[in-house]
């Protein structure tokens, strides 16, 4: 059975940290996994990884997949406020996205 | 402006009372999913469709039904309503049936089913 697990649940962190959000997973016949932001609103993408060791990045945020050990990692530096949101990731299994459960995470000012 | 709409944004219903809550993508999008998000649960498929007269089954489809007559509209329906269907539903489409095109979302339906 496909299996998507986030870590962790949730994260409360004071501007300026760092964090790191993991997302392991199995499923069958993996092709890309994505990353998605959801405010109180619908999810926003943030990533496509199909490669492993291939860092994808945007402004404070950035990506990579490791396919050999079944994981993704999303990294924020110096966080904001607005970075308080609901993080998902989706790998694929036969081309439907599994979605895990989310990482909650809230940014103090 | 490219978007994927769905009607209503909140309802309120009753148990048995059929509704059908609509989504719309101007982007002539090939493939359409519905699904519903629960505290805890994640998003979870209902039904998804890679084109026009094309549905199929995604994880948690009982329940619902869907059609899709044109490209553009992906109607969800519960013909029968029960409180566990109360949720937050999301209409998503892509360019084409692969998951190397990003989905976009729609702006979500709070469903409640009293």
């Known amino acids: 059975e496909d299996k998507v697990v986030q870590s962790p649940l949730s994260l409360v962190v004071h501007e300026g940290d760092t964090v790191t959000l993991n997302c392991s997973y199995e499923v069958t016949n993996f092709r890309s996994l994505l990353w998605y932001k959801q405010e109180k609103k619908a999810p926003t993408f943030l990533f496509m990884l199909t490669s492993s060791g291939i860092e994808k990045k945007s402004g404070r945020l950035s990506s990579i997949l490791d396919k050999k050990e079944l994981f993704s990692i999303l990294n924020i530096t110096a966080t904001q406020t607005g970075d308080s949101a609901i993080y998902l990731c989706a790998p694929d299994s036969n081309y439907q996205l599994i979605w895990g459960a989310g990482t909650k995470l809230i940014i103090k000012p | 402006e490219a978007q994927v709409t769905q009607n209503p944004r909140y309802l309120i219903t009753v148990t048995g009372k059929k509704l059908t809550v609509t989504c719309s993508q101007n982007?002539?999008?090939?493939?359409m999913s519905w699904y519903r998000q629960d505290p805890g649960l994640g998003l979870r498929q209902i039904y998804y469709?890679?084109?026009?007269?094309?549905?199929d089954k995604g994880d948690v489809p009982e329940g619902y039904k869907v059609s899709r007559k044109e490209k553009r509209n992906f109607p969800l329906i519960l013909e029968s309503p029960s409180p566990n269907q109360t949720s937050l539903y999301f209409c998503a489409s892509s360019l084409y049936p692969t998951v190397y095109n990003e989905q976009f979302f729609g702006p979500g339906t709070r469903l409640t089913v009293l």
């Open positions: 469709s890679m084109n026009v007269e094309v549905t």
């Open positions: 982007m002539n999008h090939e493939y």
